[in-house]
């Protein structure tokens, strides 16, 4: 009987083993922030009715995913209600600013009636709102599942090592467009302050 029990103990063992280990990567299903929907504000302050004409600007969700394939980026993204790839009138503007070892980014993107792009990545060099380093990447806009990804290169952000944690602040604008003479005042903004809740994500690879 005894035997037994250490048999049923190792293969018990064993199967632990063999199962994967659960890797917290962030995706659409687990991600690192997930926003309330119906919360565009006008000057990110004042809700008001007639959310369904920015649903492109309403954040649901972002997360940091890492690709063992492609161990060399480091992949930003978020998940709007409605994504378009192109606006009817105002000038989209999609961020998500991260903190990373004490150093502080932002990917962005820009949406008009003329199309989207280019990704484009930034540091900011005394920590402070201002981005003064900028630099291009590659970036998807996937109009199916209404998910903007940045891939950011590792290189060009201080190669984190393993197990260093990535805050995400995912957050959008809509303004006049950039080539109107009218001002560019963020007319309408969806921000992270009220999120259900803001995750790190911990560099795997
Ligand atoms: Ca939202
Ligand atoms: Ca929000």
């Known amino acids: 009987m005894k035997k037994v029990f250490v048999f049923i103990c190792i293969g018990m063992l064993v199967m632990i083993a063999l199962i994967p280990m659960n890797i917290s990567a962030g995706d659409a299903e687990n991600p690192e922030v997930e926003d309330r929907i119906l919360d565009v504000k006008f000057w990110g302050l004042i809700s008001f009715p007639g959310q369904f004409l920015f649903k492109y600007a309403d954040i649901v969700s972002a997360w940091v995913n890492e690709d063992a394939d492609h161990l060399e980026y480091l992949y930003i993204s978020m998940k709007l209600r409605d994504l378009l790839d192109k606006t009817e009138n105002l000038e989209a503007i999609y961020d998500v600013g991260w903190y990373i070892n004490n150093n502080r980014y932002i990917t962005c993107v820009h949406a008009n009636p003329n199309g989207y792009g280019p990704f484009v990545f930034g540091k900011s060099e005394d920590d402070d ?9 590659e970036g998807s ?3 199916e599942n209404n998910i903007i990804t940045w891939e950011v290169p590792k290189t060009a952000v201080g190669n984190p090592e393993i197990g260093s944690k990535i805050t995400i602040h995912p957050h959008t604008h809509l303004r006049f467009r950039d080539d109107s003479d009218l001002p560019h005042w963020d007319l309408f903004k969806d921000l992270y302050h009220n999120a259900k809740f803001i995750k790190d994500y911990t560099i795997q690879y």
């Open 129 to 137: 709102d201002e981005y003064e380093s900028w630099d291009f990447c």
């Open 141 to 143: 806009f996937d109009l």
